[in-house]
Nanobody
Framework: QVHLVESGGGLVQAGGSLRLTCAAS????????MTWFRQVPGNERELVAH???????YYADSVKGRFTISAEYAKNTVYLHMNTLKPEDTAVYCC??????????WGLGTQVTVSS
């Protein structure tokens, strides 16, 4: 059974930092890309960052220079290092893992709340 479990969310003051972790288990095929999304109730889901197994990364403009995605593909784990957090970063952060076969798996998410 596939599980993606996010952790590391919480309440932080503006300007603070958090590190999110997403650990995937039960995926039998190689993972090609791991992605962080975020969603605020009533808004569309936003792609925050992704990291491919090749090492290439992508960041949304809203987080460039503040967030860093890293991964340990041997452990099927991806991290999101979030610095200089802003109240507008408040959201539920979810991760996904996509295999080389195109299968996509999702976690339930972790809440990040940034107070002003």
């Amino acid at each position: 059974q596939v599980h993606l479990v996010e952790s590391g969310g919480g309440l932080v003051q503006a300007g603070g930092s958090l590190r999110l972790t997403c650990a995937a288990s039960g995926i039998s095929s190689p993972i090609s890309v791991m992605t962080w999304f975020r969603q605020v109730p009533g808004n569309e889901r936003e792609l925050v960052a992704h990291r491919r197994a090749s090492g290439s990364t992508y960041y949304a403009d809203s987080v460039k220079g503040r967030f860093t995605i890293s991964a340990e593909y041997a452990k099927n784990t991806v991290y999101l290092h979030m610095n200089t957090l802003k109240p507008e970063d408040t959201a539920v952060y979810c991760c996904s893992a996509q295999t080389t076969w195109g299968q996509a798996y999702w976690g339930l998410g972790t809440q990040v709340t940034v107070s002003s």
